[in-house]
């Protein structure tokens, strides 16, 4: 596990008893352990460009939790798509569309974005902000919602539209293995408070996507609120915001993912996803 000096381009190493433990992060989060407490673990440091990261959380406590049509544009441009199976009349949701991805659909920041094109031929991109959540807690008010975050994280939502149009519902085509590669870190919500991030995501360098948190049509404490009244929320549990406006299938003729590009999503102060597409 490291600590993340963003503006200085460096780690700090975190030695003790998170040396040769297989999850760190969740550990770190379900005691409840402090900056300082880390700091005073410290174990050397090294520079980004001699370091690969890792998903923050390699294995998540349970399936992510994720919000459709969460942003006013996306929810016009895919109401228009013909890929959307699952909504009424309206377009934009009177209440928050949840749906969850798989554990294992989780990959790093730099792992392949793989399928099979004989399985799928219309696998999109969607990038977001994911919030972590810190304590464990139920039938929260929205009013006391963030102080049960401890962070937040860079995630991008691949879903196979075919799929998610074809079964009528969003967790076969959003679940399969490495279509949710998250991190390269989580920036706790004092360092990155939610009125700061912007997600952006770029394809081959074309920039797709351009978002902030505040634009959601649920927000943050919302969705907590939601999620909480139905069911205890988890330490490490990671919740998808929803994604903006630019996905594949908005543009005419959609612009699904091929084999070789690469999908770079970026998020104000959580560092980047840069994630190859490979087809088996």
């Not at 520079?47 to 006013?72: C, E, H, M």
Request: contains cysteine; proline residues 6%; charged residues 20%.
């Amino acid at each position: 596990m490291v600590l993340v000096d963003e503006a200085g381009s460096k780690v700090t190493f975190v030695g003790g008893v998170f040396s040769n433990h297989l999850n760190p992060v969740q550990a770190v989060i379900e005691r409840r352990i402090t900056a300082a407490e880390l700091e005073a673990l410290r174990d050397g440091e090294a520079n980004f460009v001699d370091v690969t990261f890792l998903s923050p959380i390699p294995v998540p406590v349970r399936n992510i939790f994720a919000v459709g049509k969460n942003y006013i544009e996306h929810a016009a441009e895919f109401d228009k798509s013909g890929f959307n199976a699952t909504s009424g009349a309206a377009a934009v949701p009177a209440f928050p569309q949840i749906f969850t991805k798989a554990t294992t659909s989780l990959a790093g920041p730099t792992d392949d974005i793989r399928f099979d094109p004989a399985h799928t031929s219309s696998v999109d991109y969607e990038g977001e902000i994911g919030v972590v959540i810190g304590a464990e807690c139920r039938n929260v008010a929205p009013a006391d919602a963030l102080g049960k975050v401890f962070g937040f994280i860079a995630l991008n939502d691949v879903t196979a539209r075919d799929l998610q149009k074809n079964h009528a519902q969003w967790f076969l085509g959003k679940s399969l293995d490495t279509f949710c590669p998250v991190g390269p870190w989580i920036a706790t919500s004092d360092e990155s408070p939610a009125a700061s991030l912007k997600v952006q995501t770029w394809v081959n360098g074309e920039l797709r996507q351009n978002g902030v948190l505040t634009d959601l049509i649920f927000d943050v404490p919302t969705l907590i609120a939601t999620l909480s009244k139905a069911m205890t929320l988890l330490p490490g549990d990671i919740i998808a915001t929803g994604t903006p406006v630019g996905v594949g299938i908005g543009h005419t003729p959609p612009k699904f993912l091929q084999d070789g590009d690469l999908v770079r999503v970026a998020v104000t102060g959580l560092g980047e996803l840069n994630n190859r597409v490979r087809t088996r």
